[in-house]
């Protein structure tokens, strides 16, 4: 099912859920805080993330190194949070916590941005977090290891350990400076230079509403985020276009390009294997 869900584009809309719900914990939000370059850097922060996202994925053999190099770059982050306790990145609970927002946010985005998964598919999508998660060096002991188990851990975090931290404000905020995105072909980036100023307050908008919109509803309530009926009915409007048009996308637009040449490799080893092309998930 990864397969098929990471590398879609809608999968972008869902990252800056996941990611405000990631930097809620205390831990979490305070290390991103002292140590990441979100805000003097903030698209080449999201690109790095999104290569690293993939490789999990498809990376191959690559997958592996991409874990453990996460691992050695987390060693050195460590301070003290907002409430004065000491913190350090790869302590079990905070690491486990940033991956384990994945599976929520990737399951209610789907009912807006595609078919809802049924049962089975949701069960199946957890084993392949799992493993993604052993990809990145968490232990089992350290994640749910059923959906049964994981739904009583995930609100036990909910309840007890998030809150709205300086950085969850600063994700949903309106009024940041964002600078002019500098990714992506240069005539794209001059005109976007050039254009910036007056798309820049909606894209903060837009932000904000799929940030609040695609993150579950109890992790909302959790942190106090307010989200009205005619804020959800704007989104479903928006889910409704994206469902119809996404799908019907040619795969060099749909698919992020590291998805696809895994995809087109797959093809031609089944090809090769004589057991006939694999369509579009």
Do not use: N
């Not at 098929?4 to 999968?11: F, P, V």
């Not at 805080?33 to 850097?41: E, I, Y």
């Not at 052993?134 to 975090?157: A, C, N, S």
């Amino acid at each position: 099912m990864l397969w098929s869900l990471a590398g879609d584009i809608r999968m972008l809309l869902t990252l800056p859920a996941a990611l405000a719900m990631q930097v809620a914990h205390p831990a979490v939000g305070a290390g991103v805080d002292a140590h990441s370059v979100f805000r003097t850097d903030p698209w080449g922060r999201g690109a790095r993330s999104l290569v690293s996202l993939q490789l999990w994925v498809y990376g191959g053999s690559e997958a592996a190194e991409e874990g453990r190099r996460l691992r050695r770059l987390h060693r050195t982050i460590q301070g003290t949070d907002a409430h004065g306790r000491k913190y350090h990145a790869l302590t079990p609970a905070y690491y486990a916590w940033v991956h384990a927002t994945g599976y929520p946010v990737f399951r209610h985005g789907r009912r807006y941005l595609g078919r809802p998964f049924t049962d089975a598919q949701e069960k199946q999508l957890y084993a392949e977090w799992l493993q993604v998660g052993r990809v990145l060096g968490i232990h089992d002991r350290d994640m749910p290891q059923t959906v049964e188990e994981f739904w009583p851990y995930y609100h036990k975090v909910l309840a007890e350990e998030l809150e709205r931290t300086t950085v969850v404000e600063e994700l949903i905020a309106t009024d940041v400076k964002l600078p002019v995105p500098d990714r992506g072909p240069l005539p794209l980036r001059l005109l976007l230079r050039w254009a910036w100023p007056v798309i820049r307050p909606a894209f903060a908008r837009f932000r904000r509403f799929v940030t609040i919109g695609l993150m579950p509803p109890e992790a909302r309530r959790a942190l106090g985020l307010e989200w009205t009926d005619a804020q959800e009915r704007r989104l479903r409007r928006f889910g409704k276009v994206v469902r119809a048009v996404v799908p019907v996308l040619p795969e060099r637009l749909r698919y992020l390009p590291r998805a696809r040449r895994a995809r087109r490799a797959a093809r031609g080893q089944r090809l090769a294997c004589g057991s006939g092309p694999a369509g579009p998930a």
